[in-house]
């Protein structure tokens, strides 16, 4: 069974920096096509997706994020870091880390789905 | 910021079928595969439809899901009230080289 478990602080003061850990079991961050993901979900609102990594270490950021967050993993603790910097209030949101899966269709499309995911982390920035 | 265009809402009763619409561009929905999520109320959403239409083991078949073009559409027939969630379209952006989300429908059966 595929879980993966996010674990970080559930208070961070504005311009701190938030320091997120997925812990993955019944999979391996080394599987080819396999990866991870960071998604965010401030309440109410929609799905915003931050950040992978993938199995050969291939990142991708957020355009608009992408000055503020660094993604790393830890194959051998089964374990992917997200950090955020310079924390604000809006950045407030349930984060999920989400095991993401990609390849190419026979007619050349990328066909990328995210499951499973975690239980997600409410992360609150307030002074 | 969601990048792909969905109705707030949608309603139906029992025994109704319910359709979303997804839109998107040429980079993302027209160019790579739809998927479709569902989050009920408190909980991590769920992977509900892959590569357009393809349901992973457990979705009952009352889910379906379709693509044309740059848009995306899911159906649900046989509406239950365990049904009553948001439901959220995702497609692989080649601008962006990472998935994007639709605005997200809230669908009540009444």
């Known amino acids: 069974q595929v879980t993966l478990k996010e674990s970080g602080p559930v208070l961070v003061k504005p311009t701190e920096t938030l320091t997120l850990t997925c812990t993955v079991s019944?999979?391996?961050?080394?599987?080819?096509?396999?990866?991870v993901s960071w998604i965010r979900q401030p309440p109410g609102k929609a799905l915003e997706w931050l950040a992978h990594?993938?199995?050969?270490?291939?990142?991708s950021y957020s355009t608009s994020l992408k000055s503020r967050l660094t993604i790393s993993k830890d194959t051998s603790e089964s374990q992917v870091v997200l950090t955020m910097t310079n924390m604000d209030p809006v950045d407030t949101a349930t984060y999920y880390c989400?095991?993401?899966?990609?390849?190419?269709?026979?007619?050349?499309?990328?066909?990328?789905?995210?499951?499973?995911w975690g239980q997600g982390t409410l992360v609150t920035v307030s002074s | 910021q969601s990048v792909l265009t969905q109705p707030p809402s949608a309603s139906g009763t029992p025994g109704q079928r319910v359709t979303i619409s997804c839109s998107g561009s040429?980079?993302?929905?027209?160019?790579?595969?739809v998927n479709w999520y569902q989050q009920l109320p408190g909980t991590a959403p769920k992977l509900l439809i892959y590569?357009?239409?393809q349901r992973p083991s457990g979705v009952p078949d009352r889910f379906s899901g379709s693509k044309s073009g740059t848009s995306g559409s899911l159906a649900i027939s046989g509406l239950q009230s365990e049904d009553e969630a948001d439901y959220y379209c995702?497609?692989?952006?080649?601008?962006?080289?990472?998935?994007?989300f639709g605005t997200g429908t809230k669908v009540t059966v009444l």
């Open positions: 989400v095991r993401i899966g990609r390849l190419i269709t026979t007619v050349r499309e990328v066909n990328a789905w995210l499951d499973p």
């Open positions: 019944g999979f391996s961050l080394s599987n080819a096509r396999m990866g």
């Open positions: 990594i993938f199995s050969n270490d291939e990142k």
């Open positions: 040429s980079s993302n929905i027209g160019s790579n595969t």
């Open positions: 590569n357009n239409g």
């Open positions: 995702a497609a692989w952006d080649d601008s962006l080289n990472g998935p994007v």
